[in-house]
Nanobody, 121 residues
Framework: QVQLVESGGGSVQAGGSLRLSCVAS????????MAWFRQAPGKEREFVAA????????YYSDSVKGRFTISRDNANNTAFLQMNSLKPEDSAVYYC??????????????WGQGTQVTVSS
């Protein structure tokens, strides 16, 4: 089993920045894909970004490309999501996810509990 704990969410004004962290513990594997998803009220959960074990390549949804950066620190089993130029439509609960090194799409094996991000205009 793997446990994922997100942190770093909060409230920020439009144009601001936040940095999310996700710490993995348990039977971790540095080759596993780490990803971020988000879910806004009344909407389906959507893919935000993913990163392979080596740190490359990285993948982003079109809505965040150029504003968000995903990275990871394998020594500390941690993934990060640097979010810049935040918009009100980025407001959501952000979830960390973890899966074996296969396709970045499809089901993920492990999920965190989520961290709230609220962007005010």
């Amino acid at each position: 089993q793997v446990q994922l704990v997100e942190s770093g969410g909060g409230s920020v004004q439009a144009g601001g920045s936040l940095r999310l962290s996700c710490v993995a513990s348990g039977r971790t594997d540095s080759t596993y894909i780490m990803a971020w998803f988000r879910q806004a009220p009344g909407k389906e959960r959507e893919f935000v970004a993913a990163i392979r074990g080596s740190g490359v390549p990285t993948y982003y949804s079109d809505s965040v490309k150029g504003r968000f950066t995903i990275s990871r620190d394998n020594a500390n089993n941690t993934a990060f999501l640097q979010m810049n130029s935040l918009k009100p439509e980025d407001s959501a609960v952000y979830y960390c996810a973890y899966k074996p090194p296969k396709s970045i799409y499809g089901p993920y094996d492990y999920w965190g509990q989520g961290t709230q991000v609220t962007v005010s205009s």
